[in-house]
């Protein structure tokens, strides 16, 4: 097996060599325990929180939550210029992650949708397939931390997301060994976007937006997996846009599912400068990127009630993923084509036009996430 970016986390992921065919799906590379003592970063919640009054569309949005001014990714996405348009929208996304954590960032707008794991001996909870997407072990804080990032509110306690009215709903595709099969995502794909799927009840609120930070393990890295492309192309038709990671192996996305399929917008990472984190895939398949930070340099999270630093391409994914819901609250109509589109055409230049200064084909899209000029594009889009 290829090397894994969970090693840190999950002792069950600790994998070695770098010729295998499979790989990890929740892609955030761990940060080095003595740059992360969580005693000091634990922020206490009010018990009462601080709820700002809502924001005029074209004014400044202030958050009052604790931990904003460590967000340093936000800013670096022009967060607050794309606020004063759209300061929030109750747009559905799914999480096709490691599952349901209740979060009091988000509250009842995390949604415990369903848990695809067919394996019973991999999903931890004791059985296959059923309608608690509970996340499990370990790496339950993965779907966490990205839902947090895509929409935790602004509510004066802990940290905020990109979409603080978003709802989200969790689609457990992941065992407990961080593992994903390529049936299990597909089907997960078809459900979140509200198309049926065997055996399963219709899901209650399907989703425009399907955030994937992984990929598909048990196949070659070669190129797409026939099962997954023929999912997004189902739920392409259906009006939903999948934005999925690229990995973390600094290899070529293009080989990876759903990275490498086609109608997804693929997301790579940067660090603080602008320029490809050094374990972030590149290639064609990548649209834009978005931070995703460094060992050294991780993005502020919030899970189980205590900030961490992470990075990789998981936490890039998100910050587009809820743009990409700004987006459709100010314009509902806009189809996953025309989404990619506008946040393709509206990233800001990486710094000297490349994102990678010594390696000329590792190329990481049109650039780095702009949040404001994506809002302005939408604004002014029509059909």
């Not at 002792?11 to 590379?29: D, F, T, Y």
């Not at 949708?113 to 067919?118: E, I, L, N, P």
């Not at 990205?146 to 979409?163: F, M, Q, Y």
């Not at 973390?248 to 917008?265: E, M, R, W």
Request: include cysteine.
């Amino acid at each position: 097996m290829r090397s894994s970016v969970l090693r840190a986390v999950c002792a069950a992921l600790l994998l070695s060599g770098a010729a295998a065919s499979i790989g990890v799906k929740v892609l955030n590379q761990p940060v080095p325990a003595d740059l992360v003592p969580l005693e000091q970063t634990q922020t206490p919640v009010p018990a009462t929180p601080v709820l700002p009054r809502p924001a005029l569309p074209g004014s400044p949005v202030r958050t009052f939550d604790p931990l904003y001014s460590q967000q340093w990714n936000l800013k670096q996405i022009g967060l607050e210029a794309a606020w004063a348009l759209k300061p929030g929208a109750s747009v559905t996304v799914a999480v096709l992650d490691t599952g349901y954590v209740n979060s009091a960032e988000l509250g009842a707008r995390a949604v415990n949708g369903y848990d695809f794991v067919s394996d019973a001996a991999r999903s931890g909870d004791g059985d296959g397939r059923d309608a608690d997407a509970g996340g499990v072990g370990p790496l339950a804080y993965h779907a966490e931390s990205v839902a947090n990032l895509i929409g935790a509110a602004r509510d004066g306690r802990g940290v905020v997301g990109v979409n603080p009215l978003a709802r989200i709903v969790h689609v457990r595709v992941a065992g407990q060994d961080g593992m994903i099969d390529p049936v299990d995502l597909s089907d997960g794909i078809r459900w979140a976007a509200g198309l049926s799927v065997p055996g399963t009840p219709l899901n209650r609120f399907p989703a425009r937006l399907l955030n994937l930070s992984l990929y598909a393990d048990f196949i070659p890295l070669t190129g797409c997996d026939a099962r997954i492309q023929a999912a997004i192309d189902a739920v392409t038709l259906r009006g939903a846009l999948v934005i999925a990671g690229a990995a973390n192996d600094g290899a070529d996305a293009a080989g990876y599912s759903p990275a490498g399929c086609n109608h997804v917008l693929t997301v790579g990472a940067v660090d603080r400068t602008g320029r490809r984190a050094s374990y972030s895939n590149w290639g064609s398949a990548v649209a834009l990127s978005a931070p995703g930070g460094t060992p050294q340099d991780g993005l502020p999270l919030f899970s189980g009630g205590v900030l961490t630093r992470r990075n990789g391409t998981s936490f890039a994914t998100p910050e587009v993923t809820g743009v990409a819901s700004l987006m459709l609250g100010l314009r509902p109509t806009l189809t996953p084509a025309a989404l990619s589109d506008l946040l393709r055409r509206s990233a800001a230049p990486f710094p000297g036009g490349r994102c990678d200064a010594l390696h000329v084909a590792y190329t990481c899209g049109t650039g780095t996430l702009d949040a404001g000029a994506a809002l302005k594009l939408a604004q002014n889009w029509k059909p």
